[in-house]
């Protein structure tokens, strides 16, 4: 989940568990290796959580009661559970339940990433592991509340939650690698989780998945062709990775089907595009500030974003009943204003200039994001949407 998106042992119960706790790490060598990259510690190998910024991976909540009427068979007579039944029977078949198991390979290539890049290395697993969990706790809790109103639809997010476990254990379990690992425990219980409305997780989820599903395939397509630039073997994995990023987001395409009001009347496509436009901003200033990633692997960090915006959005428009036009020329001028409008505002937070000074100067900067994000929005949408949904498994496999 990229909302935005494993662990070694095999099955549900192993992937759980080992999202509670931090994965162990070596001692040798810890002190050194962090204050070298520059990281605070928790405890002796143990990594703070980066601070909670407006683009940082979040922690979400919702309101379950409403969830559970919205998927209750005696009161939503929209609900297709024949599609929601065959769904059940893809996630039970859990087709890489054997594929998230390390070799030697991992921690030998990690010594060789040294100086920015190892840092840089470092960031992209936290953050990564910190979305993949923050899925894995929201669909978790769904799983548990939703068991008597729909036994079907629970067991699906009790299944997604088994996967995006898995994510995050692997994810933690490399950055071991990296003389490091998060605490996902403590995470669970102080990290500020944020209030969605349930059409609001519906829509951002949706968003979240299909735009990792395009993050991770990209990614892997791209080191097929140049293996010269497979720094680190995790990236060998994304293909049947994004798999289950894939499955997730089809999943969520039947939850908006079976509510026609997210998807059919005017407030909604107001809505889809506000999502669009949130995921899409946020994943194209994130990655900017985080170029030096990207090149390590050997992607241009523009096109790369452009190309999965662009993908995502064709996906997305599916379902959605208007998208933004990404390919309308303004689009991507004005995402590369705000990208540089961004960048600015980084530079000022990191000045010497009182905190006062900086706040007048960021003022403007920000005034100026707001009016290009607005301008954005109001760039004429594509009209989209269908009932006859086909689903992408024939696209990814």
């Given amino acids: 989940m990229a909302f935005a998106s494993s662990?070694?042992?095999?099955?549900?119960?192993?992937?759980?568990?080992?999202?509670?706790?931090?994965?162990?790490?070596?001692?040798?060598?810890?002190?050194?290796?962090?204050?070298?990259?520059?990281?605070?510690?928790?405890?002796?190998?143990?990594?703070?959580?980066?601070?909670?910024?407006?683009?940082?991976?979040?922690?979400?909540?919702?309101?379950?009661?409403?969830?559970?009427?919205?998927?209750n068979t005696q009161i939503n007579k929209n609900l297709n559970m024949e599609e929601f039944d065959a769904l059940l029977s893809e996630f039970r078949s859990d087709y890489n339940q054997r594929h998230f198991v390390r070799n030697e390979t991992f921690k030998k290539a990690a010594?060789?990433?040294?100086?920015?890049?190892?840092?840089?290395?470092?960031e992209f697993l936290e953050r990564s592991c910190t979305a993949e969990f923050s899925g894995f706790l929201l669909y978790k809790e769904l799983g548990r509340r939703l068991?008597?109103?729909?036994?079907?639809?629970?067991?699906?997010?009790?299944?997604?939650?088994?996967?995006?476990?898995?994510?995050?254990?692997?994810l933690n379990k490399a950055l071991s690698d990296f003389q490091l690992a998060l605490d996902l425990g403590f995470l669970t219980k102080n990290r500020q989780y944020t209030f969605f409305e349930p059409k609001f997780i519906l829509y951002a989820t949706y968003l979240s998945e299909k735009i990792g599903y395009w993050?991770?395939?990209?990614i892997y397509r791209h080191l097929q062709r140049n293996?010269?630039?497979?720094?680190?073997?995790?990236?060998?994995?994304?293909?049947?990775?994004?798999?289950?990023?894939?499955?997730?987001?089809?999943?969520?395409?039947a939850m908006l089907k079976s509510q026609p009001e997210l998807v059919n009347d005017w407030q909604a496509k107001l809505w889809s595009r506000f999502f669009c436009l949130s995921v899409y901003v946020t994943m194209y200033l994130?990655?900017?500030q985080r170029s030096t990633f990207y090149e390590s692997i050997g992607l241009n960090t523009t096109q790369f974003n452009q190309h999965v915006i662009i993908e995502t959005n064709k996906t997305t428009a599916r379902i959605f009943p208007e998208v933004p036009d990404c390919e309308h020329p303004e689009f991507f001028k004005k995402m590369d204003a705000l990208r540089d409008l961004n960048?600015?505002?980084?530079?000022?937070?990191?000045?010497?200039?009182?905190?006062?000074?900086?706040?007048a100067q960021k003022a403007p900067i920000i005034a100026q994001m707001v009016a290009i994000m607005f301008g954005i929005f109001f760039m004429k949408p594509l009209d989209s949407g269908s009932w006859d949904f086909e689903s992408e498994s024939q696209l990814a496999y």
């Avoid at 993050?215 to 990209?218: E, F, G, L």
Wanted: hydrophobic fraction near 35%.
């Fill in 286 to 288: 994130n990655d900017h």
């Fill in 343 to 359: 960048m600015s505002l980084l530079a000022l937070g990191d000045s010497d200039a009182p905190d006062f000074v900086k706040n």
């Fill in 7 to 71: 662990v070694v042992g095999l099955g549900s119960t192993a992937g759980l568990s080992a999202g509670r706790r931090a994965a162990r790490v070596p001692s040798t060598r810890v002190n050194a290796e962090s204050g070298e990259m520059g990281f605070k510690l928790m405890r002796k190998g143990v990594k703070e959580a980066q601070d909670e910024t407006v683009l940082s991976p979040r922690f979400y909540t919702t309101d379950f009661d409403m969830m559970e009427e919205m998927f």
């Fill in 147 to 170: 068991k008597t109103t729909n036994p079907c639809v629970a067991e699906i997010f009790t299944l997604m939650s088994r996967d995006e476990a898995r994510h995050a254990g692997f």
């Fill in 111 to 122: 010594e060789k990433i040294q100086g920015p890049t190892r840092k840089i290395f470092v």
């Fill in 215 to 218: 993050r991770y395939i990209s």
């Fill in 227 to 253: 293996p010269e630039n497979q720094l680190y073997p995790i990236f060998e994995y994304f293909e049947n990775w994004c798999q289950d990023e894939n499955r997730h987001g089809d999943f969520f395409t």
